[in-house]
């Protein structure tokens, strides 16, 4: 399967809040819900000019929305961002997550020029982050108690890609795709 990438877009807001209001979604991030297609837009009308985040939608051969992702935090001076990503809830498991990743990584260091990207996944998601393990992100930390969920404290890895790791592995593309 190709996927086609582009800016995420007011035409996506709609999928977006179905997604996170969908417990496979929502279960393992911190979004609040129930999400509104009315507070989406205010997120995206006040996030169009912002120059420290990037959100993508990812689409299949059909036009249908395989997955969203993008960079937050994202700092020139310091060279990195916060990724993050969510495959649409229907088609989880399938390799989706890992094709828009590779993708992801491939845009922070070829056209963002970022020195490293970070992310944390709650210590209970032993999928996600042996996913990310696999892709050669370094466990940098555990936040102790760091996030509430439900009323309960949850831990939060903390994982980070270098440049330098990336330009040693076999899956990296220079992309130029500027979106």
């Given amino acids: 399967m190709e996927i086609k990438a582009k800016r995420f877009s007011e035409a ?3 999928i977006r809040v179905d997604w996170i209001n969908n417990p496979l979604i929502h279960e393992t ?5 129930p999400a509104s297609i009315e507070n989406t837009e205010k997120w995206f009308n006040a996030n169009i000019s912002n120059k420290s985040r990037i959100d993508f939608s990812f689409f299949d051969d059909n036009d249908v929305c395989i997955a969203m992702g993008g960079f937050t935090g994202i700092s020139k001076e310091h060279g990195n961002a916060e990724f993050y990503v969510m495959v649409n809830p229907i088609l989880q498991g399938k390799g989706i997550g890992k ?10 260091f070829s056209v963002l020029k970022l020195h490293k990207i970070y992310l944390y996944t709650n210590a209970d998601n032993e999928v996600a ?3 990310y393990e696999k892709y050669n992100f370094k466990l940098e930390g555990i936040l102790r108690e760091h996030k509430s969920k439900n009323g309960v404290f949850q831990n939060r890895r903390f994982y980070g890609l270098l440049r330098s790791e990336w330009d040693s592995l076999d899956w990296k593309k220079e992309c130029n795709e500027k979106l």
């Fill in 129 to 131: 982050y042996h996913i």
């Fill in 29 to 33: 991030m911190f979004f609040d819900v």
């Fill in 12 to 14: 996506d807001i709609a």
């Fill in 99 to 108: 094709k828009v990743s590779e993708w992801m990584y491939n845009y922070a």
